[in-house]
């Protein structure tokens, strides 16, 4: 949905670099999720924030992995000390809150490629 | 834990003929559903959604599916396809603002024949 907005759309990074992914949610959304997705696989979750927290990190590697989402601003996916196996594409989603019974709309994502 | 098998990564469809995408789902309660269409380089478009009520909801593009507890399925169907509809499918369940937001299956690729 055009209404989320990441950039940038493409990031080349060599081993050892930082990546920094952001994501402008919807106007109005406080909710951001990030997810990644692997050649050839579904998008796999990696983290939940509202604004100013992160309510579930769970999906994301414990180590040069990072995510915030301040209280102004987009919310940023930060990777470490790049390998080649953190190429993908990863994708933001954002939702108004309020509910189970709520749509999330899906930014055009960031495809990332570690040389 | 929930989780969402699609068990056709391809599926190859002369344009004009029926389709149907097959999706099997676990979920330890009452499941939300939904299938999001991708096109290359593209993000995700949401196509349908299923929380309550009727079992068979209609979604954009002419897309339909089918919620089928007993089978703990949903799959997804249109009956005359277009080649615009060329592009990767994906099931997913959960829910937003619940823990782990959606979980995906793997997608299908979906191919139209001329």
């Known amino acids: 949905n055009a209404g989320v907005m990441q950039n940038p759309r493409h990031l080349v990074r060599r081993r050892g670099q930082e990546a920094r992914l952001r994501c402008s949610p919807m106007?109005?959304?406080?909710?951001v999720y990030w997810y990644r997705q692997l050649p050839e696989e579904g998008l796999k979750f990696m983290v939940y924030l509202q604004k100013e927290n992160i309510i579930d990190e769970s999906g994301m590697p414990k180590e040069r992995f990072s995510a915030e989402f301040p209280k102004e601003g987009p919310s940023i996916l930060r990777i470490q000390q790049v390998v080649r196996g953190d190429s993908a594409a990863y994708f933001c989603?954002?939702?108004?809150?309020?509910?189970?019974?709520?749509?999330?709309?899906f930014g055009q994502g960031t495809r990332l490629t570690v040389v | 834990a929930q989780s969402v098998t699609q068990p056709d990564i391809h599926i190859t469809v002369s344009e004009g003929a029926s389709l149907e995408l097959r999706c099997n789902y676990s979920y330890g309660a009452t499941p939300y559903l939904f299938w999001y269409v991708q096109s290359p380089g593209q993000g995700l478009q949401l196509l349908l959604k299923?929380?309550?009520?009727?079992?068979l909801v209609q979604g954009i593009k002419g897309f339909e599916a089918e919620f089928k507890r007993s089978q703990s399925s949903f799959n997804l169907r249109k009956p005359s396809v277009h080649w615009s509809d060329a592009a990767e499918y994906f099931c997913a369940v959960g829910a937003m603002g619940g823990a782990d937001g959606l979980t995906f299956g793997k997608g299908t690729h979906l191919i139209i024949q001329p």
């Open positions: 989603a954002s939702y108004a809150g309020g509910g189970l019974r709520t749509e999330a709309f």
């Open positions: 106007k109005g959304h406080s909710h």
């Open positions: 299923y929380f309550s009520g009727d079992t």
